[in-house]
């Protein structure tokens, strides 16, 4: 009897041995030590990486900022001319009127566009989830403080884009693209200049005059309260070089300083001696039926004996330009329209 309990007393360590060995092994199958693998060795000695966003602060027109030092989702309101030229990633751009000079370009480049009309759409900028807003500095405190609360939200000046891009580009890390967008505008000017030389070379005189609803407005060559080039027609003056006949500079001269235009009518007209006549009919933002109609009325005072007398009109150097980017801002606008003067004169 005594030899038997001794027996089942060895079996029943035994078992609980072989129990305890297999247990250790299942453990070491689920569960294998780190150290054991080297790649994952690797990954434990290294430190732990900071999910922080960075940022940087920006001074603007509505003051200082803190933004994403490299963001991701821009949303445009009215500044796409100088955005889409330092090449951002535009996620959506709030612009001016429908038919936006600019349209066609977003569109290949995959970027939303929406119209404003008389009030910004906050919820359709909110649906895009922007870690950054850049709008023009005309806007409301009110309009900024609604798209603060949605993102970040910098405001600089569009009239004055060769300033204002600098700003940008350093905002945005781009400040070598900022540049090289100036000096290739510059680069441009200086070509259109060399195509028309003889047309230049004439010192010839211009007016630029925007026609709409039947209002007609001269414009000068820029705003002189300005204290940075300022101008929808200031491309025509100071970058191609066409001057000012004395009647108009006259006008010029008494005019409130801080605008860029004076209206006129129709019994002013024959007052005007320019070598040339820019039309500049309808807006920016002109619907369609708008800018029919602007253009039937221009048709209509085109009829006139007054406007038939004027010495451009009877040497046949009248020419209709493109509103939707000469009643805009930036350096694709101002290009554009350096363009369109030169087809327009060199196939005359």
Known sequence: MKKKITFMLALAMLTMSACSAQGTAGTQTQEPVLSADPV????????????????????????????????????????EDMLLALEVPLKLAVTIGEDNYLSETMSQRGIATAAAGENVNFELIAEQDPDLIITMDVITPEVYESLSKIAPTIAFSRRAWHESIISLGEALGRKDQAMKVISDYDAHVAEAKTKLADVLAEEPTAAAIRFTAKTMRLYFPNVKAAETRQGYVTSLYEDLGFGLEDYINELWSEADPARENTQISMEILPELQSDYIFMIVGSAGNLTDAQKQDLAD??????SDVWKGLQAVQSGRVYNLESRFWISDGPLADTMKIDQVVELLLNE
């Not at 900071?50 to 920006?58: A, D, G, Y």
């Open 40 to 79: 994952q060795t690797e990954e434990a000695s290294k430190p732990e990486q900071s999910t922080e966003l960075q940022t940087i602060v920006v001074d603007h027109a509505f003051g200082t900022t803190e933004i994403p030092a490299e963001p991701e989702r821009i949303v445009s309101v009215y500044l």
């Open 298 to 303: 221009f048709d209509e005072m085109q009829n």
